[in-house]
């Protein structure tokens, strides 16, 4: 995790790198730091905490400069710190670096550099790199940080500057992101696109293993081997603004009121493709066997359509948390299809997971958000959820664009597997399409839900039961509700309750059942009317009211009633924005939760 920027140009380096780290503070944010070049040499200033504890010491301190590199902390080797924040300088203070990623061998390295007289200011990992650059520089800041980085194992995402070099940045990546820009007299270095979006729309990703240098009005790549590279930029269709709240209290907020819109482009722009082209690059003859990987909300997303998929295509379909898949060993290989899910495209879990399954012979799918992301890139086909920008660190809009996506891709499946006709198919698409109508009936709802969660905000504890498809969307609700509230919440299957979580309901202990029409309701009553023997408070989300519900539950949402493959997108948005609502009455930082970051690029 943790966020880089650099910039070289005519404009105030300060200012742009200050904007660029307010905008990657999602990817960590314990501590965060500058180096300026100014008339006076490098100047560092760090400070622990948020972006705008930075923002002040700079203008506090009063200096300015054309060059400069920033970082925003989440915190791997070392306390968050004043000594342990980026960026760190060798023993001469004249080259200042930053570094997103882990450093595998940096006790090795620390050694070596001790014993040759290097001196060490902090228990960073990074701080090798820094060190391990002042012993290899000659001159050429190019050739010393590919030198530096060549001894280091690990992953790595890195910025340079050096007093004596005013013009250049220096960078390097492997297993970590990097984009650089340039215009006709600047140069702009990021972990990721939203940081400079203010001042280009077209973009170089770096790919692993590469060097480049940033100049003002111009970038120079290398790749691993040391070859130069022709670099060609790469347009991103997101808008500046949509980097902004627009009104909303929190982008979390604004961001759930989207999905309406990240629904209907995911679907509208997947719907223009034909399902020929969209899975052109594929032979899915030999498939017998699909396996999802993804992570957390991704992971969900995952999840529902294991649900959707297996009785749909009549092959074995699994669901699998990447960071377990990945060391597991997988029985994968050339009749497997996996298909990777991941909002950013650059989780290391994931990514591993799908590097380790085409190393075996499997094909993959990405399902991304992030254009040109390392998944993106790494994968036989890809398929974008056109979702946008999403700044909260806990995800919405992209949860339900990956559904409306993985919905897509499975009819997509069906049909090249000759299980659906094309009329069929057309008719699958054209209910899928009600989907964001549905997600704006359910907004619309918002101040029931807030109402529901000024009963519940001081709860300490909460299960979600759901079955079937509301299996995940109950484990997706939970996760919600802890990652931003931080109370402790439990998904379970609704069957599974009675095996061992009944222990936990008493009177005070407030359970969200998930009741839908379309996934086994007299079960599910049946599990409510064990919650309720047991004094539990219930709180029902359904999209069919009997009165037998209605005697059972204490509290009810209702829900518009939809067929089984749109439940996804009547469930999600309210357990959404009641998660929301509880952590926004809790107080709570929404949209940068504690110890969270959105892109999590370390195993
Ligand atoms: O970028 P990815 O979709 O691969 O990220 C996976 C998870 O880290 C992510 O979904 C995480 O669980 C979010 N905080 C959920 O809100």
């Known amino acids: 995790m943790c966020g880089i920027v650099g910039y070289v140009g005519p404009k105030r380096a300060e200012e742009i790198l200050l904007s660029g780290l307010a905008r990657l503070e999602y990817r960590g944010y314990d501590s965060a730091g500058v180096a300026l070049l100014t008339p006076n040499g490098l100047r560092l200033i760090r400070q622990v905490g948020k972006i705008s504890n930075l923002a002040q010491a700079v203008q506090e301190a009063g200096i300015t400069g054309n060059l400069g590199i920033g970082h925003t902390r989440w915190a791997t080797h070392g306390l968050p710190t004043e000594e342990n924040a980026h960026p760190h300088c060798d023993c001469t203070g004249k080259i200042a670096l930053v570094h997103n990623g882990i450093?595998?061998?940096?006790?090795?390295?620390?050694?070596?550099?001790?014993?040759r007289g290097h001196r060490f200011r902090s228990q960073t990992d990074t701080e090798v790199l820094v060190h391990l650059v002042e012993e290899e520089y000659r001159g050429d800041l190019v050739e010393a940080v590919r030198r530096a980085v060549a001894r280091a194992v690990g992953a790595y995402a890195i910025a340079v500057v050096h007093v004596d070099h005013p013009q250049e940045i220096v960078a390097a990546r492997l297993g970590s992101p990097l984009v650089a820009a340039a215009?006709?007299?600047?140069?702009?270095?990021?972990?990721?696109?939203?940081?400079?979006?203010?001042?280009?729309?077209?973009f170089y990703f770096l790919e692993e293993g590469e060097v480049a240098q940033i100049l003002p009005g111009g970038l120079r790549v290398w790749d691993r081997h040391g070859r130069p590279k022709e670099v060609r930029l790469r347009e991103v269709p997101w808008d500046p603004l949509s980097a902004e709240k627009a009104g909303f209290r929190h982008f979390m907020e604004k961001e759930i009121h989207e999905q309406p819109r990240a629904i209907a482009d995911t679907l509208r722009s997947e719907l223009s493709t034909p399902w020929e082209e969209g899975l052109s690059g594929l032979d899915l003859s030999p498939v017998e066997h699909i396996c999802l990987v993804a992570c957390g909300t991704s992971y969900h997303a995952a999840l529902v359509a294991e649900y959707l998929w297996e009785p749909l295509l009549g092959l074995p379909v699994s669901a699998e948390i990447a960071s377990e898949f990945r060391y597991k060993n997988p029985a994968v290989g050339e009749k497997t299809l996996v298909v990777a899910v991941s909002q950013s495209g650059e989780t290391i879990d994931t990514l591993m997971a799908v590097r380790g399954a085409k190393a075996k012979g499997a094909q993959v799918i990405g399902v991304v958000n992030v254009v040109g992301s390392a998944l993106a890139r790494e994968a036989h086909a890809v398929f974008y959820t056109r979702a946008g920008l999403e700044i909260g660190v806990a995800a919405t809009k992209t949860f339900t664009a990956q559904i409306a996506a993985l919905e897509l891709l499975g009819l997509w499946l069906a049909r090249a597997r000759g299980l659906l006709r094309e009329e069929e198919l057309r008719q699958a698409k054209e209910r899928l399409s009600r989907a964001p109508r549905l997600v704006e009936e359910v907004l619309e709802l918002a101040p029931q839900i807030e109402a529901l969660a000024q009963k519940f905000y001081t709860?300490?504890?909460?299960?979600?039961?759901?079955?079937?498809l509301l299996y995940p969307l109950a484990l997706e609700g939970?996760?919600?509700?802890?990652?931003?509230?931080?109370?402790?919440?439990?998904?379970?299957?609704?069957?599974?309750?009675?095996?061992?979580p009944i222990a936990l309901i008493h009177e005070a202990m407030p359970v969200v059942v998930l009741y839908s029409a379309q996934e086994l309701p007299e079960k599910v009553l049946s599990n409510m009317q064990e919650v309720r023997a047991r004094r539990g408070i219930l709180l029902v989300l359904a999209d069919h009211v009997n009165p037998e519900v209605e005697e059972l539950a204490d509290h009810l949402l209702r829900l518009p009633p939809s067929s089984r493959e749109l439940l996804p997108f009547t469930f999600t948005p309210a357990l959404q924005l009641f998660a929301y609502h509880v952590a926004r009455l809790k107080g709570t930082d929404v949209d940068q939760p504690r110890n969270l970051a959105k892109t999590v690029t370390v195993e």
Do not use: Q
């Open 103 to 115: 450093i595998e061998n940096h006790r090795e390295l620390r050694e070596e550099l001790l014993s």
């Open 183 to 202: 215009t006709p007299d600047e140069g702009f270095l990021a972990s990721d696109v939203p940081a400079l979006l203010p001042y280009a729309r077209a």
């Open 459 to 468: 709860y300490p504890n909460f299960l979600y039961l759901g079955r079937g």
């Open 478 to 500: 939970a996760l919600k509700l802890k990652e931003i509230s931080y109370i402790h919440a439990e998904g379970y299957a609704a069957g599974e309750m009675k095996h061992g």
